[in-house]
């Protein structure tokens, strides 16, 4: 099995630094590349394209230099990586991407920044395990 490409679901949660971490690993190990993508969803119900850059521009600032501090220490590791801020659904954009650039695996979280507590593992990584053709590896917390 090939395992060239890895794509990472990361929203900044203790949960997804987790599923980084074990994608890091494995491409340490299988000399794969790792992408870190990260959804912005957008409003449902914006009353103007302002309100819509706004929430775009707030999101990259809080996102940017999480992705820098992910490429840097990466780089001094050796391993190939990349990141990529994407705006739409979460669970579409991260299913799409994987399968239309020909990725080998998904790792996501069980858990994200939002959720209920009570639920065992979040929706956009249920919906990603029920629909993604392409492999799903789910770390859990
Ligand atoms: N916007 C996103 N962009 C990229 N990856 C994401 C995004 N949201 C979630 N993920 C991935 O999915 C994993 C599970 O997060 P999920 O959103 O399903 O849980 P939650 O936030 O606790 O619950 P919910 O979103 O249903 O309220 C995260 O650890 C992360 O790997
Ligand atoms: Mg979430």
Do not use: C, W
Not at 108 to 121: A, C, N, Q, S, Y
């Amino acid at each position: 099995m090939e395992m060239n490409k890895i794509l990472v679901g990361f929203d900044g949660s203790p949960s997804s630094k987790k599923a980084l971490e074990h994608a890091k690993s494995l491409s340490a190990k299988l000399n794969s590349s790792v992408t870190v993508l990260t959804v912005v969803r957008l409003p449902d119900f914006s009353s103007s394209m302002d309100e819509v850059s706004e929430v775009m521009d707030e999101a990259e600032k809080r996102i940017v230099p999480m992705h820098k501090e992910i490429a840097e220490s990466a780089q001094k590791e050796g391993i190939k990586l990349q990141t990529l801020i994407i705006h739409g659904h979460p669970v579409e954009k991260i299913i799409d991407y994987a399968q239309e650039n020909g990725f080998d695996l998904i790792v996501i979280g069980t858990r994200g920044v939002g959720g209920f507590k009570k639920l065992v593992i979040g929706s956009v990584a249920q919906k990603v395990v029920s629909y993604s053709k392409v492999p799903v590896m789910v770390v859990k917390e």
